[in-house]
């Protein structure tokens, strides 16, 4: 038998992380251990109404660590018996059989390093399922901006082949543990802790493929994300797109590439014009 753990990385999520959590014991294949890692959140104290469950442990940090650095203390608590991790947002909710069908098609690949499917907008004030999409993988345009493919776009089965994807959203990654092993900066660290938040799940995937293995989206494994999506960046908080802009740079010194350029660019314009 295959052995999963589940790692979420929670930051002032109380509302949500109980639903993720609600749909994670729902699975017909349960996870083995889910390590829930706070981050600094202002007030911690919803974190005890979840630490009874079984097979679920909370690691609580005093302050904000970063989604990076937390995904790897989550990952540092992981014995060798493991055979799967899944990188999960405390906003993203499982269809019941995801477990079950990701371990299946892994084991059915053996060159598949990251595994991802297609993840369903979610309205946590209703909480209804959008009729929108919220990813299927992340691609890159010609001159250079990663974006998460589908987004905002509504559901028609558009995606409905599995394909090889240059990239999966951090939100939804489910890993075999060993490709990560190979993978890893050094022993546990396995995103780049330079991202602070943003762009690291990209990093991770440019450095699976460069050790050979592939990052597979399969429309079967659905989730549902809550993550809220405008189409008027200046709607979204000028500090985080600095951030992200900043990040985009970082990824290309560390991967060199011409899209630099475009880095460069979208870095003057979100610092100057607030664009």
């Known amino acids: 038998m295959f052995k999963t753990a589940v790692i979420i990385v929670t930051c002032n999520s109380e509302k949500v992380v109980g639903h993720c959590l609600e749909a994670l014991a729902k699975q017909n294949v349960p996870a083995d251990i889910i390590y829930l890692v706070d981050s ?21 940090q005093e302050k904000n660590v970063g989604f990076s650095q937390a995904n790897n203390i989550g990952y540092g608590q992981l014995s060798e018996s493991i055979d799967f991790v899944l990188f999960l947002n405390p906003d993203v909710l499982l ?6 069908q990701a371990v299946k098609v892994m084991d059915s690949d053996p060159d598949i390093g990251i595994l991802t499917g297609s993840m369903i907008g979610f309205d946590f004030e209703s909480l209804q399922a959008s009729s929108r999409l919220d990813s299927t993988g992340i691609f890159r ?43 890893a900066l050094e022993d546990g660290v396995i995103f780049d802790p330079d991202f602070f938040l943003y762009k690291e799940d990209i990093e ?18 659905v989730a ?25 740079i970082l990824l290309y010194r560390k991967h060199p590439s011409p899209y630099v350029l475009w880095s460069l660019a979208k870095y003057f314009l979100v610092t100057v014009f607030n664009v």
């Not at 269809?95 to 079950?100: G, L, V």
Request: aromatic share 10%; net charge positive; hydrophobic share 30%.
């Open 141 to 183: 345009k010609w001159y250079g901006r990663w974006y998460d493919r589908g987004q905002g776009e509504v559901n028609r089965n558009q995606y409905s082949t599995g394909e090889n994807v240059p990239a999966a959203c951090g939100a939804l990654m489910f890993c075999k543990k060993t490709v990560l092993d190979q993978a």
């Open 40 to 60: 600094g959140s202002d007030d911690a104290a919803y974190l005890t109404r979840h630490g009874s469950m079984n097979d679920l442990t909370v690691l609580q």
């Open 224 to 248: 549902y994300h809550g993550r809220g999506w405008q189409k008027n960046r200046r709607k979204m908080d000028r500090e985080l797109r600095t951030m992200a802009a900043r990040n985009e």
């Open 95 to 100: 269809d019941q059989s995801f477990i079950a």
């Open 204 to 221: 991770l995937s440019l450095r699976i493929r460069k050790s050979g293995w592939r990052i597979r989206y399969e429309p079967e494994l």
